[in-house]
């Protein structure tokens, strides 16, 4: 999926950094899968695959936090989208419950972790499902992928 992906930017003519920058923001990979291609595929410095991975993986965050409950709320009227946002929070809702209890902490602790399904994107769900306010929900998401790309980053440069 991701090299298809990847082969659809190029044929766009996007850069190299353009496609990190796209991959960041989709919600399977995040930065987790675009630091990873940046530096072993593309062969970018850790610090720019970094920067343009972290800042991709923020791009999505506050649309999410804002704008994903009413959007869920009027698609839920259909029957395929019902389904499908309520499968997205009872999953989400399972894998973040615990970690919830501590509130902004928590949910920068749940982002920070560097495994599928722990990202941006899931923690700006969990915000939404746990009653988060976006002023300490967007700077919790922050840490957690600023935490998540360092892991990331330091897991990387091993290779």
């Not at 062969?43 to 343009?52: S, T």
């Not at 972290?54 to 999410?64: D, E, H, Q």
């Not at 973040?96 to 902490?105: F, L, P």
Request: proline fraction near 6%; charge should be positive; aromatic fraction near 16%.
């Amino acid at each position: 999926m991701l090299d298809s992906f990847v082969s659809f930017l190029k044929s766009l003519h996007f850069s190299q950094e353009m496609i990190t920058f796209c991959v960041s923001m989709l919600p399977v990979f995040e930065l987790r899968g675009a630091i990873p291609l940046a530096v072993l595929h593309f062969k970018m410095p850790l610090v720019m695959a970094y920067l343009l991975a972290w800042a991709g993986n923020l791009v999505p965050i506050l649309p999410l936090i804002y704008f994903l409950e009413p959007i869920r709320k009027f698609l839920s009227r259909f029957s395929l989208f019902k389904k499908f946002f309520d499968w997205l929070y009872r999953r989400t809702y399972r894998r973040s419950r615990r970690v919830m209890q501590y509130g902004a902490i928590g949910l920068t602790l749940f982002v920070a972790i560097p495994l599928p399904v722990t990202g941006a994107w899931t923690g700006s769900v969990a915000a939404i499902i746990f009653d988060i306010k976006p002023r300490y929900a967007f700077p919790a998401i922050i840490g957690g992928v600023t935490i998540a790309g360092i892991i990331v980053s330091s897991l990387v440069s091993f290779f």
